[in-house]
């Protein structure tokens, strides 16, 4: 039987608790067995701790020898528990990555981080760029990788004509202290402009102000149906030339949720180059890596109506597998596949 543990989240608006709960469905749809209690939505802090909790101690007493459990990473301080009592019932542990601790939060130093996911039988990294992390600091799992988050969601993106001057789309947290850059390349600006989504901007510090457009906090769906930009933009920090920081340095390693939702919105990206997910971007022709902002003016003053419309065209065919949740089922059917063909993949202390 092949498993996985749903849980209570607080809300369901954020990044990171939509890729979660999307990998659930992706499971439920492909004849997974949820473990835990049912799927909830509590706000209450309390209430949700002990609905998280009830549900995790259930878990492995539902498994038995030979299943296989999908675990969703982080799961702070219930992960090892729940890995070590899934080996004693005979089961096998996937685990699935959304964030290292290690990293933005530095909740958990490397070698902890390794030790914990180290009891695991297999690992879903989100790219070649973590795989190789992973690696390199003593991981002894067999890894696949992910590629890129689904995005589930029956909306679909609004198809318009698009002509020069083009403008570029960024969602997200627009505070000035987490996203400098934004205050600062105005200046750097010409002949296109910037409509943000998001809170937290201050028109006040912004330099060059008239190239941007405050458009407020938008639900996703909503987004993705009225999405106004030609280019989604992933970057992250205070500098325009360089991402740098906790956030700039993670995005060398993973796969930030936004990007996903810029393609279901059928927008080409503009990415870092040095990001991890900059190999998939021009892999797929769905976009732009540049080394600095400072790129984009005649990056986009020299881009021929032709040229953007086949990257359109080709963000629209990975945003309908984002939408089917095709790149988790894929990952997962093979972590499955290969721990169901071998009975050992590595020696267990």
Same mark, same amino acid.
């Given at each position: %039987?092949?498993?996985?543990?749903?849980?209570?989240?607080? =809300?369901?608006?954020?990044?990171?608790?939509?890729?979660?709960?999307?990998?659930?469905?992706?499971?439920? /749809? %492909?004849?997974?067995?949820?473990?835990?209690?049912? @799927?909830?939505?509590?706000?209450?802090?309390?209430?949700?701790?002990?609905?998280?909790?009830?549900?995790?101690?259930?878990?492995?007493?539902?498994?038995?020898?030979?299943?296989?459990?999908?675990? @969703?990473?982080?799961?702070?301080?219930?992960?090892?528990?729940?890995? =070590?009592?899934?080996?004693?019932?005979?089961?096998?542990?996937?685990?699935?990555?959304? /964030?290292?601790?290690?990293?933005?939060?530095?909740?958990?130093?490397?070698?902890?981080?390794?030790?914990?996911?180290?009891?695991? *039988?297999?690992?879903?990294?989100?790219?070649?760029? %973590?795989?190789?992390?992973?690696?390199?600091?003593?991981?002894?799992?067999?890894?696949?990788? +992910?590629?890129?988050?689904?995005?589930?969601?029956?909306?679909?993106?609004?198809?318009?004509?698009?002509?020069?001057?083009?403008?570029?789309?960024?969602?997200?947290?627009?505070?000035?202290?987490?996203?400098?850059?934004?205050?600062?390349?105005?200046?750097?600006?010409?002949?296109?402009?910037?409509?943000?989504?998001?809170?937290?901007? *201050?028109?006040?510090?912004?330099?060059?102000?008239?190239?941007?457009?405050? %458009?407020?906090?938008?639900?996703?769906?909503?987004?993705?149906?009225?999405?106004?930009?030609?280019?989604? +933009?992933?970057? *992250?920090?205070?500098?325009?030339?360089?991402?740098?920081?906790?956030?700039?340095?993670?995005?060398?390693? =993973?796969?930030?949720?936004?990007?996903?939702?810029?393609?279901?919105?059928?927008?080409?990206?503009?990415?870092?180059?040095?990001?991890?997910?900059?190999?998939?971007?021009?892999?797929?022709?769905?976009?732009?890596?540049?080394?600095?902002?400072?790129?984009?003016?005649?990056?986009?003053?020299?881009?021929?109506?032709?040229?953007?419309?086949?990257?359109?065209?080709?963000?629209?065919?990975?945003?309908?597998?984002?939408?089917?949740?095709?790149?988790?089922?894929?990952?997962?059917?093979?972590?499955?596949?290969?721990?169901?063909? @071998?009975?050992?993949?590595?020696?267990?202390?």
């Amino acid at each position: %039987m092949n498993c996985y543990i749903s849980k209570n989240y607080k =809300n369901k608006t954020n990044a990171g608790n939509k890729a979660k709960t999307d990998i659930e469905q992706i499971m439920k /749809d %492909m004849g997974f067995k949820n473990v835990g209690l049912p @799927q909830s939505t509590h706000h209450n802090k309390v209430l949700s701790f002990f609905i998280t909790l009830i549900g995790i101690l259930k878990a492995p007493f539902c498994l038995n020898k030979g299943d296989i459990l999908v675990m @969703q990473y982080p799961l702070k301080k219930y992960f090892s528990f729940v890995c =070590n009592m899934a080996h004693l019932r005979g089961a096998k542990v996937v685990t699935l990555i959304h /964030d290292l601790g290690s990293f933005r939060r530095k909740a958990l130093t490397i070698k902890q981080e390794i030790k914990r996911l180290n009891h695991s *039988d297999y690992i879903i990294a989100h790219n070649d760029k %973590m795989r190789a992390w992973l690696l390199n600091n003593g991981i002894t799992a067999p890894l696949g990788i +992910l590629e890129i988050f689904d995005y589930l969601s029956k909306t679909k993106a609004t198809r318009k004509e698009t002509n020069p001057p083009y403008n570029i789309l960024y969602a997200g947290g627009l505070n000035p202290r987490k996203n400098t850059f934004l205050y600062e390349i105005g200046e750097h600006i010409k002949s296109y402009g910037f409509n943000l989504y998001g809170n937290g901007f *201050d028109a006040t510090k912004a330099k060059r102000k008239e190239h941007f457009k405050y %458009m407020g906090f938008v639900k996703s769906d909503d987004l993705i149906a009225t999405a106004q930009g030609d280019f989604g +933009l992933v970057w *992250d920090g205070f500098s325009i030339s360089s991402c740098t920081g906790d956030f700039g340095e993670y995005l060398q390693y =993973n796969n930030p949720h936004k990007t996903s939702l810029y393609i279901r919105c059928e927008l080409p990206v503009i990415i870092w180059s040095k990001a991890a997910l900059a190999d998939f971007i021009l892999k797929h022709n769905i976009g732009f890596a540049v080394d600095s902002l400072e790129e984009i003016e005649p990056l986009l003053a020299n881009l021929s109506k032709e040229r953007y419309e086949q990257m359109r065209h080709n963000t629209t065919i990975i945003s309908d597998k984002l939408a089917n949740g095709y790149f988790a089922r894929t990952a997962i059917s093979t972590a499955v596949s290969a721990l169901t063909n @071998q009975e050992s993949l590595y020696p267990r202390e």
